[in-house]
């Protein structure tokens, strides 16, 4: 019985803080923040694109609000890398992978999916 009544004052500090701790955990929900990322596009040498592509894309992401904050001050571009690909049509889908998140977060969309990139030479002047 000594064990329970040593340090009595001690035990019950100790209980309090946890139990609050415990509450300020359970009590937090997570937040969803919805930010603009420029989109970047990556081209190979003497080459450009024929179309526009958007010039941003719109990400939902979801998490405490202590990370939402840190996102909101990370850089906002997400980059596309076709340097490999050939002249022509592709159609580029457009992940969650593409997008640097703080721990605890994760994205709950990207808007839009996928566009379509069309690649051409640049016309050599004679």
């Known amino acids: 019985m000594k064990f329970f009544t040593d340090n009595l004052s001690y035990k019950l500090i100790a209980f309090v803080v946890t139990l609050v701790l415990w509450i300020s955990m359970i009590g937090s929900k997570d937040s969803v ?14 080459t450009e694109l024929a179309h526009p592509v958007p010039e941003f894309i719109r990400i939902e992401v979801v998490g405490p609000r202590v990370a939402l904050k840190k996102l909101g001050q990370m850089n906002s571009v997400y980059s596309v890398d076709l340097s490999n690909e050939s002249v022509g049509r592709k159609t580029v889908r457009l992940t969650p992978e593409g997008v640097s998140l703080p721990l605890g977060t994760r994205v709950l969309s990207v808007e839009p999916k996928e566009f379509v990139a069309v690649i051409e030479a640049i016309a050599q002047g004679e």
């Open 33 to 46: 923040l919805t930010k603009d990322y420029q989109l970047q596009i990556l081209l190979p040498a003497n």
